[in-house]
């Protein structure tokens, strides 16, 4: 016997192979075996032909009417059987008319609502015309979408895609038939959804539709207006000016400001004076719009949700509305209202004291960036300026290791517009004409204008930390750049505190740290308290919106760079092939350098490409590139990679020391230029105590780049380093050890780099950014020791404990760690525990200890974190440890690697310490700064690493 059955919603046949009281076993054609309940078995048929049979009702289906059958159901449910009385006659039909009817109104649900096991019951009739008229709607649709596609394919725009225009691309109704059509037919041209916009017209050029997108999607606030209903909060702004300029005292003298021509929110000036006891003022006047305008205000939140003002070529959208900026830029000629930072120097330039006021100040003029000797002759005050600002830069390069790169240059990306069309109109089409420019980088106006501008952003900075209140903080550590709310030094800048204050027309973090600031002040009540959720919401939003513009501005300087490289052609399309120039007999042909990974930097225009086979070349090389064409929709530039010079001598670089054959720099440095791509040459050079004098001059002159120092020549090369005047980072000077020496023109930098290699070493162990929280015992007083505290400590950690055998020496290495000393906002002097860590966080508690008290239970605080820095693993001395020592420790780590680690982690280990290490990561890390200090280029650790572990274990 065969059966007609139901299998998860689906009707087919299939032959009897045995029987069950519930259940039956049935065979498909294809020889494949179901276990099928006997309620599922809706029709028992005896031909032998499964297929066929089932043809033939499927045949006779078909000549069923869905609508006739409809009309003559029974309006309660019925079973299908029952049914074919009605409709074969009262005998119910042959099997097969049985199994056809089943077939029929399985296939019309839109008419039979399926009820059970061959149940079915008629659809009511108002939802059976709802649903013919959706199956209607449907067709049509299908329909217009079909007729869509096709004019697209055929070259042609239809006129609904062409009613939408960019909102189909900007906003799409992804459901809708129009976006539908122009998917599908994108998909048959083999092209994009923007490609075939743009070549059918919907999009009036590729500029129109990176800028309506940035608009509608990237930009809080897309109009450059004031708010809705914002009059009388206008109004208001400028009656509290008003008010401000008759209140206010007036500053003692006139101010003048330093920007470009199209600078037309004027947030800074500068004032010089001489005073009468010697010596000279210099006021750093910032505009004050934080006066008048409260955080949770209109305008307020209006300079919030914009976050920034957005620059790109050719237009800038303002981040407050142009009225309230009129009210308070700098402009000259007028008195402002200003929040100023006057920094007083002696006769040699030392700062003596610091004083912020609340003021009017008297702006004399909008110097604006002519060339240099044009500007003395209009303020005779900026020769001094420069000079004292060239003296702050010296002394941030000593804390900083290094001077500030020079000889760069910017490229500066202009539009001008055509005067043809509405400018509204042709901002939006994109019809300009693009100017490129270079600028240099670090002339006297840069240098002068961000000296100054850091020098405020400090002192404001440690206002702000004094007072114990939140800021808007950028900070650097371990190579990494953030914004945080609390303190923290910036080690690029080689600076304590920097809080973004300079810029609150243009930046709403400087008006959070202008609102903060005058609180510090009493002029006002804080706008934020530690640990404000609201503040951290305005910075998470205020970093998305920087960074989104930030990506849109590079976007359009690459698009137009694209245009200017083709006009220059004579092409004058947005994505052009160098074939169609109008004279292409030579390839166009553009230099470059490479940076990593294959990335090529042209040398005439702000544009990068990679080149994948290219990618194994060092960073630096000078290649020559073929360009074949550019694509204005994805703002590439497509190239072929011609020549590549790399450079024939290798960078030279050594390390010295007494012994030295056992080294493991050069294998460490070697696997870094490999990773970066560098030609680099790095020796071990034996030398002995008395050939370091000559030794280093020596290697001077034969050009080495750099140097590393290892036993025993590290304190004597900081004696040296101190005879010789050679510039010295503040690592160098407070550990009194050169580990590293970078070669300039007169001589050699000093720096040390272990403590660096020590912390990087913890926290990538420990999994955490900061050393925060924790509390360390270090073992040792020696060079080792003082090499590593002040990196420690600038790290975080709450408590420090040093312990040595001669507790004099201990005590004596405390207090060169206490005794730093910041000058406050208000011109006092406050003492504080460490250069370059926040004032405000914990103090990070400093004790000294005798090695003799380890071996009793400590009365202090227990350590998370145990460092042996003296010299009992290099001489398999006994350490004497108390084991409740290790209580609360998480990490355990000797400063030596290999066999002379093994007793200290021995008796971590045996005290239950989990994580134990040598020092193979700390001369690892400590060397990846070294090279980055040599090179610029940051290797990676864990590959070195890895390596050294598997020879260790073979």
Known sequence: MNWFFEDSGQLKVARQVSEAPASLQLELGSGRRLKVKRTQCLLAFSEPDLEGFFQQAQGKANELDADFLWQCAPAEEFAFQDFAKDVFGSEGGSTLEQASLLLALHASPVYFQRKGKGLFRAMPEESLKAALAGIERRRLAAERQAQMKQQLLDGQLPEALAALGLDLLIRPDKQSVEYKALEQAAFECQVSLEQLALQRGLLPSAYSLHRARFMAQG???????????????????????????????????????????????????????????????????????????????????????????????????????????????????????????????????????????????????????????????????????????????????????????????????????????????AKQLGQGQPEIRLRPRDNEIDRLVSEWMIATNVAWGETLALAHLPGIY??????????????????????????????PLRRFSDLMNQWQVLAALGHRRPAYKPNDTELFADLAHFEACYDRYGEFQNQMERYWSLRWLGMEQGLATESWAAAQRPVAAEPLIEDGRLGREGLVRLARLPLTCRVPSWSHLPAGTEVTLEVIGADALSCELEVRGLQAQTPETPLQLAVLGSPIAHSRSPAIHAAFAQELGLAVSYTAIDTPSAELRARLQALHSQGYTGLNLTVPLKEEVYALALTEGWPMSERAQKAQAINTLIRDSSGWRADNTDGLGLVRDLLRHLQAENLAGHRMLLIGAGGAARGVVLPLLQAGLDQLVIANRSPEKAHALVDTFTKVYLTAGNGEAAQVNIAGRAVDASVPVLHALSLEALAQPLAIDLPTLVVNASASSLQQAVLTLHPSLFEQTRLALDMMYGPAAEHFLGLAQSAGVGLTLDGLGMLVEQAAVAFELWTGESPSTEPVLALFKGQASQ
């Open 474 to 503: 950028r900070c650097q550590s371990m190579g990494r750049v953030r914004m945080q709310t609390s303190p923290g030094p910036h080690q690029g800048m080689g600076v304590s505190h920097y809080a973004w204050s300079t810029s």
């Open 219 to 425: 930009l809080h606030h897309a109009a450059n207006d004031a708010p809705a209903n914002s009059q009388q909060a206008i109004a208001d702004c400028r009656g509290r000016c008003d008010d401000l300029l008759a209140s206010l005292p007036l500053a003692s003298s006139p101010a003048y400001s330093l920007d470009d021509a199209a600078t037309t929110e004027v947030d800074d000036a500068l004032s010089y004076e001489s005073l009468p006891s010697g010596g000279f003022r210099v006021g750093v006047h910032i505009a004050a719009p934080g006066l008048a305008i409260e955080p949770g205000s209109l305008l307020g939140q209006w300079a919030r949700e914009r976050a920034s003002t957005v620059y790109f070529p050719g237009e800038k959208l303002t981040m407050l509305p142009a009225e309230v900026i009129d009210v308070y830029s700098l402009n000259e000629g007028r008195e402002n209202p200003c929040l100023s930072l006057y920094l007083e120097f002696d006769d040699q330039g030392q700062r003596t004291g610091v004083t912020t006021r609340i003021e009017k100040v008297f702006i004399a003029k909008n110097l604006r960036h002519d060339p240099w000797p044009d500007l003395l002759q209009q303020w005779s005050g900026l020769t001094p300026l420069l000079e004292q600002a060239s003296r702050l830069r010296t002394q941030r390069e000593q804390v900083r290791g290094r001077p500030e790169p020079t000889g760069r240059v910017d490229f500066s990306v202009q539009v001008q517009w055509d005067e043809k069309l509405e400018p509204v109109t």
